[in-house]
């Protein structure tokens, strides 16, 4: 497989379950991404991670708690979200985190996990 | 707080004509710009890239770039119905990691 991956692609939850989104990026990059997409409104950052190590905490509720165990895999745990948690979760990655060539700061993004908290 | 700022759209465009893209950012400190391509339900997927002042060419896509007033703009030639789907302007600080997305304008190409 290449790319970027996640899984899994779809998931409903309740407000009271816990679960967890993956992430996997085969290009062997450095930085890895998670981003918020809702309706009509820009990506919104959640968290950067590069080398393993958290850069980034874009003021994101306790209730999203990530994780990178190595530079290719990247989970974002959930427990007791709420509706408005619901929106499409996109996963990213890049080969360096301040690279001073566009090309190697460049992101791809993976298929996304869309997600709807009842 | 950096602002992106993009037409919502819809654009709505004939097959075969110009559909043409602007994209403005509040930061004069950016210097790396990309465009992303999303299909309805689909991740986006990069365009292209650009980072100096003027054009940069790639198949039916060109970026234009105007860091003096502060836009860049995509068009894209002779457009597809495959063309259909909300384009990402995305900016970058040098001094930044972060990108700074717009919300996106959406394309429709009538066939």
């Known amino acids: 497989e290449t790319g970027v991956t996640q899984t899994p692609r779809h998931l409903v939850m309740g407000m009271t379950n816990k679960k967890s989104l993956k992430c996997e990026q085969h290009?062997?990059?450095?930085?890895m991404y998670w981003y918020k997409q809702s309706a009509k409104k820009p990506l919104e950052l959640m968290f950067v991670?590069?080398?393993?190590?958290?850069?980034e905490n874009n003021s994101v509720p306790s209730r999203f708690s990530p994780e990178c165990p190595n530079s290719s895999h990247l989970f974002l745990h959930l427990h007791t979200l709420q509706p408005e948690d619901s929106a499409l979760y996109l996963c990213?990655?890049?080969?360096?985190?301040?690279?001073?060539?566009?090309?190697?700061?460049?992101?791809?993004f993976g298929p996304g996990t869309r997600l709807l908290v009842l | 707080q950096k602002e992106v700022e993009q037409n919502s759209g819809p654009l709505s465009v004939p097959e075969g004509a110009i559909a043409s893209l602007n994209c403005t950012y509040s930061d004069r400190g950016s210097q790396s710009f990309f465009w992303y391509r999303q299909y309805s339900g689909k991740s986006p997927e990069l365009i292209m890239f650009?980072?100096?002042?003027g054009d940069k060419e790639d198949g039916r896509f060109t970026a234009q770039l105007n860091k003096a007033s502060q836009y860049v703009s995509l068009l894209i030639r002779d457009s597809q119905p495959s063309d259909s789907a909300t384009y990402l302007c995305a900016v970058k600080a040098l001094s930044d990691y972060k990108l700074s997305f717009g919300a996106g304008t959406t394309v429709t190409v009538r066939a």
């Open positions: 991670y590069n080398f393993k190590e958290q850069t």
């Open positions: 990213a990655s890049s080969q360096e985190l301040m690279y001073s060539g566009a090309a190697g700061e460049t992101q791809y």
């Open positions: 290009l062997g990059h450095n930085a």
């Open positions: 650009i980072y100096s002042n």
